[in-house]
Antibody, heavy 128, light 107 residues
Framework: EVQVVESGGGLVKPGGSLRLSCAAS????????MSWVRQAPGKGLEWVGR??????????DYAAPVKGRFTISRDDSKNTLYLQMNSLKTEDTAVYYC???????????????????WGKGTTVTVSS | DIQMTQSPSTLSASVGDRVTITCRAS??????LAWYQQKPGKAPKLLIY???SLESGVPSRFSGRGSGTGFTLTISSLQPDDFATYYC?????????FGQGTKVEIK
């Protein structure tokens, strides 16, 4: 079964740091483009950032609100994705989802990936 | 950034109704659009990708159409399990952006 399982959420004070982990199984993690998506309480979905596979350079992109504060990394030997969150703000309070990217026969030639697998999420609360 | 706008924000419907949700992009995204379903306290689930392709295992009552800037998600005959919030998302350009969501409620 293809699945991703997040961990590491919790309560942290403003200005603090937290590292989320995402354990992947059931697919070739090293080939996957992975993303983090978050959802603030009662709000919609917000893309946080993405890391490509090592084959594609393992490059990262981030949403403007987290750029410079959050870092996505991967350890293919452990089938694990990470989200290092620094300088946390109250507005970073959300459920954080680890997601797996996929491309169709139509979109792969152009490197257009969509999310086909979501984890159950881990809750991050930033509060004093 | 590409803005995604869904309408309506809330939709009240009955079991058996045909339901259509609209999603508009602020600039052309070709067909690089996905639709997700989310139930309270659960992770989103992929329904449609590439604007009109049905994800494996998703009931055929769900369908997607559109290209460029205008897209629709249609549920041909609403079932009790379909009451949820639906999101469109563009993957044409980073940053990926989502619509604000459409909540489908029981009438």
């Amino acid at each position: 079964e293809v699945q991703v399982v997040e961990s590491g959420g919790g309560l942290v004070k403003p200005g603090g740091s937290l590292r989320l982990s995402c354990a992947a199984s059931g697919f070739t993690f090293s080939d996957a483009w992975m993303s983090w998506v978050r959802q603030a309480p009662g709000k919609g979905l917000e893309w946080v950032g993405r890391i490509k596979s090592k084959t594609d350079g393992a490059t990262t992109d981030y949403a403007a609100p987290v750029k410079g504060r959050f870092t996505i990394s991967r350890d293919d030997s452990k089938n694990t994705l990470y989200l290092q969150m620094n300088s946390l703000k109250t507005e970073d309070t959300a459920v954080y989802y680890c997601t797996k990217g996929f491309c169709s026969s139509a979109s792969c030639p152009y490197y257009y990936y969509y999310i086909d697998v979501w984890g159950k999420g881990t809750t991050v609360t930033v509060s004093s | 950034d590409i803005q995604m706008t869904q309408s309506p924000s809330t939709l009240s419907a009955s079991v058996g109704d045909r339901v259509t949700i609209t999603c508009r992009a602020s600039q052309s995204i070709s067909s690089w659009l996905a639709w997700y379903q989310q139930k309270p306290g659960k992770a989103p689930k992929l329904l449609i990708y590439d604007a009109s392709s049905l994800e494996s295992g998703v009931p055929s009552r769900f369908s997607g159409r559109g290209s460029g800037t205008g897209f629709t998600l249609t549920i041909s005959s609403l079932q009790p399990d379909d009451f949820a919030t639906y999101y469109c998302q563009q993957y044409s350009t980073y940053p990926w952006t989502f619509g604000q969501g459409t909540k489908v409620e029981i009438k």
